[in-house]
T-cell receptor, first 114, second 109 residues
């Protein structure tokens, strides 16, 4: 158990819908990351937050948005869902802002868009 | 931009040694990390190289050459449980971590 909690674990929805994925980082970790992993693919970097502020952005679609709240939990919002958005979405946290290269990953939220 | 290259698949036998290479192109390079992932589970951190040279952690070692933009993960005394996907990842000073496409390691008896 990494200490990072993601909910929901599984989500099935239809095209055009909107979902929210939630992440609670490890206690004390200020950095939160979101990654997308499609079937048999690598981990695609979406976005990074540090203490409530956006620090870095990857190839995140405009239909996707995220934020980190004052209590450090984070939410990833996916809207106007398409079939291709079906994937595992991982949240990770880091105590060092990621500069030691060590991230702690949650178990992921598996999104299926039908 | 950033790019990382690692082999897509590697096969080895139990008890053997295997090396997974990673080459990268990135700006603001800060360090190279390695992660292990079993069958869609949570990736887990294995090692980090911020400086050139070899880092050893039990059966796993990792190497970095900044001048060659190259690193590798060395797994010794392979066990069946080592069958998994292995990812290299490059980090920058801001803590952004970009992952490679992963290498699927199959360990045969």
């Amino acid at each position: 158990d990494s200490g990072v909690t993601q909910t929901p674990k599984h989500l099935i929805t239809a095209t055009g819908q909107r979902v929210t994925l939630r992440c609670s980082p490890r206690s004390g970790d200020l950095s939160v990351y979101w990654y997308q992993q499609s079937l048999d693919q690598g981990l695609q970097f979406l976005i990074q937050y540090y203490n409530g502020e956006e620090r870095a952005k990857g190839n995140i679609l405009e239909r996707f948005s995220a934020q980190q709240f004052p209590d450090l939990h984070s939410e990833l919002n996916l809207s106007s869902l398409e079939l291709g958005d079906s994937a595992l979405y991982f949240c990770a946290s880091s105590p060092s802002g990621g500069i030691t290269g060590e991230l702690f990953f949650g178990e992921g939220s598996r999104l299926t868009v039908l | 931009g950033q790019s990382l290259e690692q082999p897509s698949e590697v096969t080895a036998v139990e008890g053997a040694i295997v090396q997974i290479n990673c080459t990268y192109q990135t700006s603001g390079f800060y360090g190279l990390s390695w992660y292990q992932q079993h069958d869609g589970g949570a990736p887990t951190f294995l090692s980090y190289n911020g400086l050139d040279g070899l880092e050893e952690t039990g059966r796993f070692s990792s190497f970095l050459s900044r001048s060659d933009s190259y690193g590798y993960l060395l797994l010794q005394e392979l066990q069946m449980k080592d069958s998994a996907s292995y990812f290299c990842a490059v980090g920058n000073q801001g803590g952004k971590l970009i992952f490679g496409q992963g290498t699927e390691l199959s360990v045969k008896p």
